[in-house]
């Protein structure tokens, strides 16, 4: 379904042609997606004006649209970017941050979905269930934990219902088009604890798709490479001299953005890590 | 008044509880102010739409309300989550930021006074009088420095006016409900150079607010642990080998999030540092 | 034109006076310009609401407009904040982030220039080119590479039409007044790796110009100062033991903030580069 070397051979065009990523993502988080993007070797922009958002839209490789501080204006120029993208084939990707906490949100995400197509959803299981209307309960705009066949059940109903690949990411994360799937173990707990880690990866999502047809397989790998970059952070901050054993979250956050820098050297093959429901075990590549 | 086991207890009890702190704070410090909760263990969520602020308000456990970049579709927001927070026994705290500057600012401060009830205020000495319409030199969003008297006076009064605990920060800080009063004398120079570190304060107010009933001591000992966290700031980077002497601002604004976030080690017991008006000198308990 | 005594008393007289600086720029980049003027020794103040855009510019020493995320209502703000700043003699600097790549601002920067005057205008030498409606390919909101010659022809047109000293950025710097030009060489390529960088320049030039009468030589001093906290930067990280040989984007965006917060210890003598055009070959000082 994925393999190392296809994974490398993304990153390296990545690099190679630094693809444009239009993100109208919310604003807590519009710095930290600007540098995971230019530390992995894309390019961004954040246009969020409907004035200009169609025509901005037309010129990237990618669009990301992230709903995490919704706004009137901003739907606006969600509709025109969804619309522009979709009639120039670039690919887009929906974080529906928060939806189901608010009826403001979830009326947002059904028009989106409505008026035109996304190639992948990212958002955490209690997310992914809410787009679908299927309830699970949700806190704010981080979501509870629920067991992997649960994840797996919700994930490949959205697939199928929305006609997308959808990354349902938690603990593990499940990467499937509705007829593949894969649980990807790569990632490191204190991802959930730096605003922002979570909706970058919604902007990295659609720089692999910039760069790979096959949206499972860009989706996929997307999420590898970053749970990995999540476990470099941590070796990373682990050998500083004064931080003794102690890891915390101000520091992992900037050595995030340095390990996504630091993605380019052939990380992915020793640490790959991901499996296939119904296997037991895990197992590495 | 206050002491060091119970503001253990708060720092327990958000770590525990992770409590959602809604807060419409002003762009320049979303970021900031998100990661700062997440290092303190509470869970941020941002909203700031007049659509949905009221429904996001009653979902959580503390407001802040931020005018720092205000808009007009901002007010509106403010004024929903202000009257759910208050219909739904949300703990609230308004942070002033620049009031008295601009006409726009003083008028959405009035209005947001008349509309609600707010548990705490903070701002720096300035904006608390300023919010009182009692002046005080202001230049643009700092405040100058006054005499610990003159920062007490205006305190009390401002508490007695509004019929809420006040924390008018500066180099030293007040906390008053217009009765009970203590200066917290923990902190550090840096804090004052890093943007949002005043306007975090506000939101880690709400959160202490949120586990403890008493609104003096919950912002007294907000205010007392997170003064700790800056001196902290400051011991960690001059560990660090390659920094020799200085301790510069960057690093301190990310040393101060890992600070945040090690604060629950019994940090507390060995630094607190406060006084009372009218004493001539601190103590250390 | 510029010499190494002017920069040294510039930066002092911004530690010295910590100028307002009013800053109406992109919502990606205004934590990192906030903290960059601090760390600088000047004022930030980010007010972006039409309402009170006019009232603040001119309680500022420096308006800086930054076309970055640009709305509607932040056109308002913009024309409100130069009107007013015009009248009070502040000098305002403008950053044309990404014009010439939607219909929207290009025209709202033709508006501006129509409006009102700019003391400096600060950009890529594509989106400087673009400003007088003279075409070079532009990707985004990054522009390529051009020829020296190039970028001096195009800063230089740009400045006589416009009547403002231009800085147009690059690989080198060309800063011109249409008659007086110098080209910086000072600076990091990883300065372009991180967000912000470049406008948090915009930022900068106008605290010099708070300090400074003469715009060429204040926009001259502040590249330079600017592109040798750059290279200070870089120097820092690589003397961390645990990072080896690489110096990366995450670690590098705050060392850049560091580096401007120790500015003010006899760097630039040691370190200034510049040249003019025609001079084959640069030359320290």
Redesign the interface.
């Known amino acids: 379904m994925i393999d190392i070397e296809s994974i490398d051979r993304m990153i390296k065009r990545i690099r190679a042609e630094s693809p ?1 990523i239009h993100c109208i993502t ?7 997606t ?2 995971g993007l ?2 992995l070797g894309a ?7 409907p ?2 958002a169609g ?2 839209a037309r ?2 490789k990618g669009l990301l649209i992230n709903i ?6 901003t739907i606006r120029a969600m509709e025109a970017a969804l619309r522009s993208a979709n009639e120039a084939g670039v690919p887009a990707v929906l974080d529906p941050v ?1 939806v189901g ?5 979830t009326k947002a995400v059904q028009r989106l979905l409505t008026l035109g197509r996304f190639t992948v959803i990212r958002g955490n299981v209690a997310e992914v269930a809410n787009t679908i209307g299927r309830s699970l309960p949700i ?4 979501g509870g934990t629920v067991s992997r066949d649960i994840a797996v059940d919700v994930a490949r109903q959205a697939a199928r219902a929305l006609g997308a690949v959808v990354a349902a990411t938690g603990p593990e994360d499940v990467v499937t088009d509705g007829e593949r799937t894969i649980i990807v173990q790569n990632g490191d707990p204190l991802m959930s ?4 880690v979570g909706c970058l990866l919604g902007a990295v999502v659609a720089a692999f798709l910039s760069v790979e047809g096959d949206p499972f397989r860009a989706a996929a790998g997307a999420l590898i490479a970053y749970g990995i970059a999540g476990e470099m952070a941590r070796e ?1 901050l682990s ?4 931080s003794g054993a ?1 890891v ?4 992992y ?6 390990a ?3 993605l380019h050297d052939g990380a992915i093959d020793r640490r790959a890590r991901w499996t296939v429901p119904g296997e037991m075990t895990s197992f590495n590549i």
Request: without cysteine; aromatic residues 4%; proline residues 3%.
């Open positions: 444009l919310n604003t807590v988080v519009q710095n930290f600007a540098n230019l530390s390019s961004p922009v954040m246009s969020d004006a004035e200009e025509e901005m010129l990237a995490g501080t919704l706004h009137d204006e928060g906490s608010t009826t403001f949100r806190k704010g705009v981080d604890r730096v605003t922002g990373t050998q500083r001299p004064e102690a915390l979250s101000g520091a956050g900037i050595a995030f953005l340095d996504l820098d630091a």
